[in-house]
């Protein structure tokens, strides 16, 4: 937001800089006079629509049907809004015109997916960091026509040292009835999170593993084999803001009977911030609510806030177009391309509330971050239908498309397997051997349109 201060900041200075050759004479200032007092002020709003796509955390869902993407399309929808100050003035005995443009954009979406997981599945769910901090490793195996085995290994590191491990197999107890259903955990330093796992066989094809790792180095889910009655629910919000300025000048309009022209550049700032927050809740369900020991199904909520900040510094190219097609109703076009050194930045939280079924375990794990540099070029045109509503002051309607090259958005680095089908299910979260971070900031190709109203005066 600071940037975004600066900028607005930057660009009220700029308006007033521009204004000086228009209000030098009064000031009894030595330039030039203006070749026309003309000065226009356009104040611009617009309901505008932005395609992205919300990064799921890392890992995956592999079911019968084949592989379930976790990640969801967002369509922010927002406000935007933009000023605009015009003038000319002779610099040099050459008319020129200086505009001064800054534009602001606020949108948010939300976008959520419950799913209510089958038999012969495996999912697998990494936070922000895996590795020594948390690993998750389950699977069920069909021995026999009507039989299967589970067995799982859990193991995390939390910050202060302390090694936390479950290591747990069930063997089938043949056909018919009785089984193997248990609940495990075992606890971290004290604030520093805890490991909780289950499994489950009856003597049928039917066996179950899954393991909760959260601790204050790292989270990671997974559960395989028969999984009906399991919930993953994923929800994702974006908040997002877009905003500008640019310092125009170029040669005053040119004008051929009912027709303008004017050309235009001059240096530019933009900034783009997303705040993301994505929700993942993952429910044992109702057949390890009943086991032994537990007095609910156990459960994990894993939480992920990120912020993704870049800031664009660069110049623009343009043009703006006018028509007066009768005395009081006109046309418009304004286009504006940019080119800019693109500085990126991320960092990213990840908390987890994880219920055992008796105790519930709230962590905070390691923030990551990443910056990174590149060229960034924009695209914007802009149609307008004005028409003179009085003397000097006209309302229009506006259809606004935009395009940016280099949006910046994160990319996830997956470190687990999913396995589902046949005689095996089996998953795994967290490698000792990866990066401490599985995510880093990426780019996309991003669109937004708008239609909206805007005002302008004539002074």
Do not use: C, H, W
């Not at 799913?115 to 021995?143: D, F, K, P």
């Amino acid at each position: 937001m600071t940037l975004l201060k600066t900028i607005l900041k930057g660009g009220v200075a700029a308006l007033a800089v521009l204004s000086l050759p228009l209000t030098a004479q009064a000031a009894d200032v030595d330039v030039d006079e203006p070749v026309d007092s003309d000065v226009r002020v356009r104040i611009e709003t617009a309901l505008r629509l932005f395609d992205m796509e919300a990064p799921a955390p890392a890992g995956s869902l592999s079911t019968p049907n084949g592989v379930i993407p976790l990640d969801l399309d967002l369509n922010p929808v927002g406000v935007g809004l933009g000023l605009s100050v015009l003038g000319e003035a002779e610099l040099g005995g050459v008319p020129v015109s200086l505009e001064g443009y800054a534009s602001l954009s606020f949108a948010t979406d939300e976008a959520s997916a419950t799913r209510a997981l089958g038999n012969n599945s495996a999912l697998a769910i990494e936070g922000l960091t895996t590795g020594n901090g948390a690993q998750a490793n389950v699977a069920t195996l069909l021995t026999a026509p009507n039989t299967a085995d589970a067995a799982l290994f859990l193991t995390g590191v939390d910050g202060a040292g302390f090694t936390a491990t479950i290591n747990q197999a069930a063997q089938t107890i043949g056909p018919g009835p009785g089984g193997n259903l248990a609940v495990s955990e075992s606890a971290f330093s004290v604030g520093r999170g805890a490991i909780v796992a289950g499994i489950f066989t009856d003597g049928t094809p039917n066996a179950t593993a899954f393991g909760i790792v959260a601790s204050d180095r790292g989270i990671a889910i997974t559960a395989a084999g028969d999984l009906s009655g399991f919930t993953l629910a994923n929800t994702y919000n974006s908040d997002l803001i877009f905003a500008g300025a640019d310092a125009r000048i170029g040669p005053a309009e040119f004008t051929s009977g009912s027709i303008g022209f004017r050309p235009f550049v001059g240096p530019s700032l933009k900034t783009y911030q997303n705040d993301l927050e994505s929700v993942t809740f993952f429910d044992s369900g109702a057949r390890f609510a009943a086991a032994p020991g537990v007095a609910r199904a156990p459960s994990a909520t894993v939480t992920l806030d990120e912020d993704i900040d870049g800031n664009y510094f660069g110049g623009v190219a343009g043009f703006e177009v006018n028509i007066n097609a009768t005395e009081r109703l006109s046309f418009g076009l304004r286009g504006v391309g940019g080119l800019y050194y693109l500085d990126a930045n991320y960092t990213g939280e990840q908390r987890a509330t994880v219920d055992s079924g008796n105790n519930i375990f709230n962590v905070t794990a390691q923030q990551v971050g990443d910056t990174e540099g590149r060229l960034a070029a924009t695209a914007r045109l802009d149609g307008t239908v004005a028409y003179e509503i009085a003397n000097g002051v006209s309302l229009g309607l506006t259809g606004t498309g935009e395009y940016l090259s280099a949006a910046p958005t994160v990319r996830r680095f997956n470190n687990s397997t999913t396995v589902s089908g046949g005689n095996q299910n089996s998953a795994v979260a967290g490698d000792p051997l990866a990066p401490g971070s599985n995510t880093s900031l990426d780019f996309f190709d991003t669109f937004s349109a708008g239609v909206g109203l805007d005002l302008t005066f004539r002074f």
